[in-house]
């Protein structure tokens, strides 16, 4: 149901593949990628990073807590973010990294909270180390993608590539515990939702629990062994390709078993006019993302 291309292939103008990725983005919305550069070892590592954290004791993920920055960065808690309005907070924890700017960069001096600084535990260097290797490794691939997308849906190759030279990317480990005995028809790992931003390059454990609604309103799992990658696109891309790349509702309940995902949400330089190719209008990336932010978490800080 959910289409698997190849990316060296796609990479390397086959057509078969390019046609397969235009047929994927315009009417489903997602697709699973193998064949990338990054290895089956290097999301296991990731993996086992992230699932140690999740594991520490209470105190030392509260010392890198999120709530705490007024940013994406760092540790955030079970029910601290809630995407749908009409459910209840989502019962997983988190933890965000983003790109790293210069000391000296306007945009860092300027403390906008999508290039704010990172937070890491400070008694456990070798996380810091694992996962600012595999996110550097999800940039390149991510990079690769939107250009075989470019490709694929009749745009210039280039036409992403120096738009996302200090982008506004955000790599998250999500920890979805076995699903709680309290849990009722309003709470989910992750409630029903469509990413904010651009391409989402989704790693996993292989653990079942995304599902994904296609045009019919039928719910389908999709699932990715490490070294395998799921992606989806954004409202951000779906608005700048003029609707032509859907941005495709999609949900975690939860089940019996525990779950590691690690998405890189792959986002434009602040800067970057995201408005629909050819309109004429100005949307500014930064601007649409920081909104979108805010949306997850005004219910929480409001009491609501």
């Known amino acids: 149901m959910i289409p698997e291309i190849n990316l060296k292939a796609a990479s390397q103008g086959d057509v078969t593949s390019l046609c397969d990725v235009r047929s994927a983005a315009e009417e489903i919305g997602f697709f699973t990628v193998t064949n ?3 290895s089956k070892s290097d999301v296991e590592a990731a993996l086992d990073a992230y699932r140690t954290f999740f594991r520490a004791p209470a105190a030392k993920k509260q010392a890198v807590d999120m709530a705490h920055t007024g940013s994406n960065r760092g540790w955030g808690a079970s029910q601290a973010e809630q995407v749908d309005p009409n459910a209840n907070p989502d019962y997983k924890q988190v933890f965000d990294c983003g790109f790293e700017l210069d000391a000296d960069d306007p945009l860092r001096q300027s403390g906008l909270s999508v290039y704010a600084p990172n ?4 008694d456990d260097p070798g996380f810091k180390q694992s996962i600012v290797a595999y996110y550097q490794q999800a ?3 991510s990079a690769q993608i939107l250009q ?3 490709s694929a849906i009749g745009e210039d190759a280039g036409f992403f590539q120096d ?10 480990g999500n920890y979805y515990p076995p699903r ?3 849990a009722g ?5 992750i409630a029903e939702h469509t990413d904010y931003g651009c391409l989402t390059l989704l790693a996993t454990d292989g653990t079942p629990g995304l599902e ?3 045009r019919d309103g039928n719910w389908v799992p999709v699932t990715a062994e490490p070294g395998q990658f799921i992606v989806n696109f954004g409202e951000m891309l779906q608005m700048w390709t003029r609707g032509r790349v859907l941005a495709t509702p999609h949900r975690v309940i939860g089940t019996q078993d525990e779950r590691i995902s690690i998405p890189m949400f792959y986002n434009p330089n602040f800067s970057t006019n995201v408005a629909p190719i050819g309109s004429g209008h100005e949307i500014i990336a930064g601007d649409h993302l920081t909104k979108r932010y805010d949306e997850t978490y005004v219910h929480l800080q409001s009491g609501t």
């Open 36 to 38: 990338t550069e990054v």
């Open 119 to 122: 937070l890491w535990p400070q």
């Open 139 to 141: 940039l390149q691939v």
């Open 148 to 150: 075989v997308l470019a």
């Open 163 to 172: 738009k996302f030279d200090r982008p506004m990317a955000l790599l998250r």
């Open 180 to 182: 709680p005995g309290w």
């Open 185 to 189: 028809e309003k709470d989910f790992g």
């Open 212 to 214: 994904v609604k296609l």
